[in-house]
């Protein structure tokens, strides 16, 4: 199961259930898929275009220890959108 997080300008951010480590979350932009580190908001696996990277970084900076409680709590919910 893979909660979504949130949802902007077609990217849609979510976290699966009992994840692997390091704490991360994925996100989906048309057919590209990547996952992102939470310490250091780094890819980790996959592709995004600069700008949809940029984006989904601004709005992780935003919500970084948010994302974070939830990685550690499993207490998902949603987040702002980036506007």
Do not use: C
């Amino acid at each position: 199961m893979m909660p979504e997080i949130s949802r902007f300008l077609g990217i849609i951010i979510s976290m699966y259930f009992d994840d692997h480590a390091p704490p991360h979350f994925h996100v989906r932009y048309n057919e590209y898929r990547a996952s992102v580190s939470l310490p250091d908001l780094n890819i980790i696996a996959g592709f995004l275009p600069a700008k949809v990277r940029g984006l989904v970084e601004e709005w992780a900076e935003l919500h970084q220890d948010e994302l974070l409680y939830m990685w550690e709590t499993q207490e998902f919910h949603k987040i702002k959108p980036l506007v």
